[in-house]
């Protein structure tokens, strides 16, 4: 079983940045993907950013269309952690963040939410305008 943890959700004025982080702990490394989902008020889920550690240097990496040129997906292997640096921020990236984990080979790109078998608890990311 994998715990992931999330850490560096709050509050920011548009334009503003935040860095979000999530560690795995558990069978951590028997874990293939790490990624982001994010869901707003009234919203479905949806993904934000992936990669897979393993490969993070061949450029398995997704990035949604919304957040390309802004957000940076990066990991830490020896850490186990997975963070997300989110810049130039705007009002609608305002949701709940979630760190998720595939244990098994997917496809990263569109990050199809049944791929992803164990979540964090979410942390709250809120920009205000």
């Known amino acids: 079983q994998v715990q992931l943890v999330e850490s560096g959700g709050g509050q920011v004025q548009a334009g503003g940045s935040l860095r979000l982080s999530c560690t795995a702990s558990?069978?951590?490394?028997?874990?293939?993907?790490i990624g982001w989902f994010r869901q707003a008020p009234g919203k479905s889920r949806e993904g934000v950013a992936c990669i897979v550690p393993s490969e993070a240097s061949l450029g398995s990496i997704w990035y949604a269309d919304s957040v390309k040129g802004r957000f940076t997906i990066s990991s830490d292997n020896a850490e186990k952690t997975v963070y997300l640096q989110m810049d130039d921020l705007q009002s609608e990236d305002t949701a709940v963040y979630y760190c998720?984990?595939?244990?098994?080979?997917?496809?990263?790109?569109?990050?199809?939410?049944?791929?992803?078998?164990?979540w964090g608890q979410g942390t709250q990311v809120t920009v205000s305008s």
């Open positions: 998720a984990a595939a244990d098994k080979l997917i496809r990263i790109a569109g990050m199809w939410r049944d791929d992803f078998t164990s």
């Open positions: 558990g069978f951590a490394k028997d874990l293939y993907a």
